[in-house]
């Protein structure tokens, strides 16, 4: 157990809607990273957060967004979901934006 | 090596048998090399790390070897065992202030008794 909790597990939901997955971070973890995997595109980075402040962003698109909150927890926003966002969505923590990286079991979204 | 979609290269190997999965990274001014295990239905699970300033490192069964000339990472898991039946990614960063990994493919290990 890596000690990073995220919720729902599994979401399933239409194409339009808008979602919200919530990370925990590992106790004492400062920073909160979220990939996203899908079958053909692997592990992607979305964004990263350390101490409620945005760090760096990637892939990810305008019909998303994140936020770290102070008590460090982390939600990722997904809107007009369309099909081709099916994926699993992994929160990852560190101490202080230092590696490794230590990520959750995911969350599995699957947009219809 | 690298694949697409569900065509992981794959390695099938006997338990007790030594395994190695190789991986190439792209950018040569990456300095941090990161190896994770991902079993089904979980998170990418920490295996072992090194920096660009070694060439080799070992944990607990486990060793990294880094050829910077060549941009080629291998992990070597001694004495395989079916728990090691995994997808095995490589991940590599290039620095400054963030650690934001970028991942290859993966590698499916399947480990036979």
């Known amino acids: 157990d890596s000690g990073v909790t995220q919720t729902p597990k599994h979401l399933i939901t239409a194409t339009g809607q808008r979602v919200t997955l919530r990370c925990s971070p590992r106790?004492?973890?400062?920073?909160v990273y979220w990939y996203q995997q899908s079958l053909d595109q692997g592990l992607q980075f979305l964004i990263q957060?350390?101490?409620?402040?945005?760090?760096a962003k990637g892939n990810i698109l305008e019909r998303f967004s994140a936020q770290q909150f102070p008590d460090l927890h982390s939600e990722l926003n997904l809107s007009s979901l369309e099909l081709g966002d099916s994926a699993l969505y992994f929160c990852?923590?560190?101490?202080?934006?230092?590696?490794?990286?230590?990520f959750g079991n995911g969350t599995r979204l699957t947009v219809t | 090596g690298e694949s697409v979609g569900l065509h992981l290269p794959t390695l099938s190997v006997q338990e007790g048998d030594n395994s190695i999965i190789n991986c190439a990274y792209s950018?040569?001014?990456?300095?941090?090399f990161i190896w994770y295990k991902q079993e089904s239905g979980k998170g990418p699970q920490f295996i072992i790390d090194?920096?660009?300033?070694?060439d080799k490192r070992q944990g607990q069964r486990v060793t990294v070897l880094l050829n910077k000339t060549v941009k080629h990472l291998s992990l070597q898991i001694a004495a395989t065992q079916p728990g090691d039946s995994a997808v095995y990614f490589c991940?590599?960063?290039?620095?400054?202030?963030?650690?934001?990994?970028?991942f290859g493919k993966g590698t499916l290990l399947t480990v036979n008794p």
């Open positions: 106790s004492g973890d400062l920073s």
């Open positions: 957060y350390y101490n409620g402040e945005e760090r």
């Open positions: 990852a923590s560190s101490v202080d934006g230092s590696p490794p990286l230590h």
């Open positions: 090194i920096r660009s300033n070694m």
């Open positions: 950018n040569s001014a990456s300095d941090y």
């Open positions: 991940a590599e960063d290039y620095g400054g202030s963030n650690y934001k990994l970028t």
